[in-house]
């Protein structure tokens, strides 16, 4: 008998994709791209034969192995920046303000029409 998915357990999630316009925007092309940086590591001994260990296993140099690995995890992290992920109950809370009719506040209308202290650029 086929034990449960972890993952079907769990509530279920609905994604709000944000617009985040920015530098991390492209997904990075390795025949495109011209290698002009550099990052320099300090690493302990164990982390290093580990490194070195999995390079070897992938048939890939340690340099490349750390620059794969680096940037998978860089783009899921990026990825999963522009995401926002709420259980449904969440969600319908959120739909329902958006759709409720529109609170009047006197303070924020009164500080909305005020000349703002901070000067324009």
Do not use: H, W
Request: charged share 35%.
């Amino acid at each position: 008998m086929a034990q449960p998915d972890a993952q079907s357990e769990l509530p279920r999630l609905n994604s709000v994709d944000m617009y985040v316009s920015g530098e991390y925007d492209e997904v990075m092309s390795k025949a495109s791209e011209e290698r002009t940086g550099r990052i320099n590591l300090r690493v302990s001994e164990r982390q290093e034969r580990v490194l070195r260990a999995a390079a070897d296993l992938t048939g890939e140099t340690l340099t490349g192995f750390l620059l794969a690995a680096g940037t998978e995890r860089a783009e899921e992290v990026m990825a999963r920046a522009q995401r926002i992920e709420v259980s449904s109950e969440a969600f319908e809370r959120f739909v329902a303000a958006i759709d409720a009719p529109v609170e009047d506040m006197k303070t924020l209308r009164r500080y909305a029409k005020k000349r703002s202290p901070i000067p324009a650029r």
